[in-house]
């Protein structure tokens, strides 16, 4: 007869002793989960990578359909602003840029958006992103008007349409309707003079 206590006369583990390790290793389970998926986040977080650097899978193609409901009770001079419609950029080189107020890069890239409002050859358009039309109101009212035309998408509908990755997002259309540039992220004075000047400048000697 064994005196190990621990094993059968075999000298295999007892089962309950078995079970037990059995259960320690399940109850570890979702820990080790989530040590794996921590670490995959956090290889992401440190990346060299841009997320203004991914491509757009739209680029080259027909920008989608519009047809969205206005931003009730934004004027100009005194008349509601239209709604985004493919009406409003059909023949035209526009920027469609998806923003928000709740959106603190919104915020920062806003003077670059109306400062470009200034030329007369840009259609200037948003797309106003899971917002509340008081919130969107005051924020243009605080900080002025660079659009032609607004059209809302409180949930984000339209955004998926486009393959918004997270606002600011601004999508360049040539006279065709087609998305020939795409910033994620909010612009910067380098990002409009060194990319997105020369795209809209190729998208005008196209046509």
């Excluded at 399940?26 to 986040?41: D, G, M």
């Amino acid at each position: 007869m064994s005196s190990d206590a621990g094993q059968s006369e075999g000298g295999a583990p007892d089962q309950p002793v078995a079970a037990k390790s059995r259960r320690r290793f399940i109850a570890f389970v979702p820990l080790i989960a989530f040590v794996a998926l921590a670490a995959i986040f956090f290889s992401q977080l440190i990346s060299d990578r841009d997320v203004s650097e991914v491509p757009s899978v739209l680029i080259g193609t027909k920008a989608p359909a519009l047809d969205l409901q206005p931003l009730e009770g934004l004027k100009r001079h005194g008349v509601q602003v239209p709604a985004l419609t493919d009406a409003v950029v059909e023949g035209k080189v526009t920027l469609v840029n998806i923003w928000a107020s709740w959106c603190v890069p919104c915020r920062q890239e806003h003077p670059l958006l109306m400062a470009l409002a200034q030329d007369s050859r840009i259609n200037l358009v948003g797309i106003n992103y899971k917002d509340k039309t008081p919130n969107a109101l005051r924020f243009l009212g605080e900080l002025g008007n660079p659009y032609a035309a607004v059209g809302i998408d409180p949930k984000g509908v339209a955004a998926i349409d486009w393959g918004v990755y997270g606002i600011p997002e601004t999508y360049l259309l040539d006279k065709d309707g087609n998305i020939t540039f795409k910033q994620i992220g909010p612009f910067s004075p380098d990002s409009v003079n060194d990319d997105l000047i020369p795209a809209i400048e190729k998208a005008l000697n196209a046509s």
